[in-house]
């Protein structure tokens, strides 16, 4: 069974529409996260929540909301896309917020044209 | 950024023990050292962490230095499945959103050779 999964897997779009990525784990953690791995490999966090509720937003633009309908999802949802979102975003979740293991979904492949 | 910092890049014989250093001179006190993996076009794996005794598992076995300003991961057998981009990590213990975020340097390539 896959612990975090995501979907789609990948994801071609033109500059400027909306689109999301659903992140779903099955481990009964607490806590979820999106990180996003550019062009030249960096991955970097971008959100965390805990059981819903907004714990990192490392300074990313308001174009991108995660939204948490409970603590087994975590979507992210970007709005008027630039060629610069093209990454690989990187859904995870560990069982709460006192350092444990982060477990990462597969990955959805972002291109923006 | 990251506080550690390690080689870009190292080769190692199928086999062989792979032996990936890492500094973190300014390693503080309640810092942890972890080590993940990401292979090719997957996301991270989580590997081992430690404080400062010696932790083995059943991936690999991390060594941290007496002073805690490096540490070493040992794969004792590596395979070529082992070929992926290691990262070694400092992170703050504790709990709450600061301390639980993974702040990923620019890791190490290990190609496991046949």
């Known amino acids: 069974d896959t612990a975090v999964s995501q979907t789609p897997k990948y994801l071609v779009t033109q500059m400027g529409n909306d689109k999301s990525i659903k992140c779903e784990q099955n481990?009964?953690?607490?806590?979820m996260y999106w990180y996003k791995q550019d062009s030249k490999k960096f991955l970097k966090i971008m959100f965390s929540y805990n059981n819903k509720e907004l714990i990192i937003n490392e300074t990313v633009p308001n174009r991108f909301s995660p939204k948490s309908p409970d603590k087994a999802h975590l979507n992210l949802h970007i709005n008027s896309l630039e060629l610069g979102d093209s990454a690989v975003y990187f859904c995870?979740?560990?069982?709460?917020?006192?350092?444990?293991?982060?477990?990462f979904g597969p990955g959805t492949r972002l291109l923006v044209l | 950024d990251a506080k550690t910092t390690q080689p870009t890049s190292m080769d190692c014989a199928e086999g062989r023990a792979a032996n990936l250093p890492c500094n973190h001179s300014?390693?503080?006190?309640?810092?942890?050292v972890y080590w993940y993996r990401q292979i090719h076009s997957q996301g991270p794996q989580y590997i081992i962490h430690?404080?400062?005794n010696n932790e083995t598992n059943e991936m690999a076995s991390l060594i941290i230095t007496e002073d805690r300003k490096s540490s070493t991961l040992i794969l004792p057998h590596a395979t070529l499945r082992d070929t992926a981009v290691y990262y070694c990590?400092?992170?703050?213990?504790?709990?709450?959103?600061?301390?639980?975020?993974?702040?990923f340097g620019t890791g190490t390539l290990l190609a496991v050779q046949p």
């Open positions: 990590i400092v992170r703050v213990a504790g709990y709450g959103g600061a301390t639980n975020k993974l702040i």
């Open positions: 995870a979740s560990s069982r709460g917020l006192g350092g444990e293991t982060q477990y």
């Open positions: 430690g404080l400062k």
């Open positions: 481990l009964g953690h607490d806590t």
């Open positions: 300014t390693i503080s006190g309640n810092e942890y």
